[in-house]
């Protein structure tokens, strides 16, 4: 069963525009990541370019994956189990980062502070963070659900 070529289209647009978004996620973060390892306990703030980056990376990522799912069907480009096995390999590796980020800072950044910051600044960061790991686990399952599809012999259920 066929899908039209702008479906294809839209789905493989869709796609590179969360691998960018993910991807710049990953390299906006892995700095600070690296000072969290570097300096626990420790305020860390983000540069205000940064910050942007990683706030626009999120909405790009989010309204990207809502729409996917939403409107736009999986486009398997072909079928082979070897990339359908590597895909799904891939989704739960660009999970890794996030669990170990979430695992350092609640883990053993947070019980290191000195001084906890005000509620407000704490639960602005608290969210900021969670709404990073629920966009790279959005875009984990998208990985996935791609994988799936391409492991799927022609004919059998999405």
């Known amino acids: 069963m066929g899908q039209s070529p702008r479906l294809a289209a839209a789905y493989g647009g869709l796609l590179a525009l969360q691998t960018a978004a993910a991807s710049c996620l990953l390299w906006m973060i892995l700095p600070v990541f690296r000072r969290m390892v570097s300096r626990l306990g420790e305020p860390q703030e983000l540069e205000p370019r940064r910050l942007a980056i990683l706030v626009g990376s999120v909405v790009v990522l989010q309204a990207c994956y809502w729409v996917r799912l939403r409107c736009v069907p999986i486009s398997a480009p072909f079928r082979n189990i070897l990339v359908g096995h590597l895909l799904l390999f891939s989704s739960r590796a660009s999970f890794f980062f996030g669990g170990a980020f979430f695992s350092l800072v609640f883990f053993r950044h ?49």
């Open 110 to 158: 947070v019980p290191e502070l000195g001084a906890l910051p005000p509620f407000g600044q704490a639960a602005a960061k608290g969210i900021a963070i969670l709404a990073v790991l629920f966009s790279l686990f959005c875009y984990s399952l998208e990985l996935e659900r791609l994988g799936k599809a391409i492991e799927d012999a022609p004919g059998e259920g999405r």
